[in-house]
T-cell receptor
Framework: TQLLEQSPQFLSIQEGENLTVYCNSS?????LQWYRQEPGEGPVLLVT?????EVKKLKRLTFQFGDARKDSSLHITAAQPGDTGLYLC????????????FGQGTILTVHP | SAVISQKPSRDICQRGTSLTIQCQVD?????MFWYRQQPGQSLTLIAT?????????ESGFVIDKFPISRPNLTFSTLTVSNMSPEDSSIYLC??????????FGSGTRLTVV
């Protein structure tokens, strides 16, 4: 069974602060995806990282895939209240072909 | 990306009854996935549904409790049978799209009383 350890589980910060969410595994994934979910909605894909060492930027969000494709991080610069939500990492491939392995999720609250 | 219509969006059901959740996709997809999620928590895969074959269930989930239909490449249903309060959760369907990733329905929030 593949596992993705996501941390921290909760983050409560002030507007303008920076934050980083981590996902770590002992398994290798062919790709890793980050989702954001708001109450009453399904998860929405933010980014997919595929290549070891890859870095992708989406406005104030920076995503990194580890060189060994076992870990990933999401960094948010100058967080805003609109960033509030549940962030999920999910690994694809490896031994669970065709299925996603989800991390436990990070509930982010950004206070104005 | 694909657009998924999932319904109902929420329901309150009596214990012992069954609820069928529907997912309609605006394009043909090979695999559809059904997940369960407690509010604010991560997703747990229930089963994978391929058109023309029986669904594949994950450990802890059985066909008698969660029967799934996949009559064509754009539609699937999940039934939660003989419900108990422990089945109260959010149920989501998802599809995988080549070169994109996974798209999720908006979920069905089920409360069993």
């Amino acid at each position: 069974t593949q596992l993705l350890e996501q941390s921290p589980q909760f983050l409560s910060i002030q507007e303008g602060e920076n934050l980083t969410v981590y996902c770590n595994s002992s398994s290798v994934f062919s790709s890793l995806q980050w989702y954001r979910q708001e109450p009453g909605e399904g998860p929405v894909l933010l980014v997919t990282v595929v290549t070891g060492g890859e870095v992708k930027k989406l406005k104030r969000l920076t995503f990194q895939f580890g060189d060994a494709r076992k870990d990933s991080s999401l960094h948010i610069t100058a967080a805003q209240p609109g960033d509030t939500g549940l962030y999920l990492c999910a690994g694809a491939g490896g031994t669970s072909y065709g299925k996603l392995t989800f991390g436990q999720g990070t509930i982010l609250t950004v206070h104005p | 990306s694909a657009v998924i219509s999932q319904k109902p969006s929420r329901d309150i059901c009596q214990r012992g009854t069954s609820l069928t959740i529907q997912c309609q996709v605006d394009s043909q997809v090979t695999m559809m996935f059904w997940y369960r999620q407690q509010p604010g928590q991560s997703l747990t895969l229930i089963a994978t549904a391929n058109q023309g074959s029986e669904a594949t269930y994950e450990s802890g989930f059985v066909i008698d409790k969660f029967p799934i239909s996949r009559p064509n490449l754009t539609f699937s249903t999940l039934t939660v049978s003989n419900m108990s309060p422990e089945d109260s959760s959010i149920y989501l369907c998802s599809v995988e799209e080549t070169n994109y990733g996974y798209t999720f329905g908006s979920g069905t929030r089920l409360t069993v009383v």
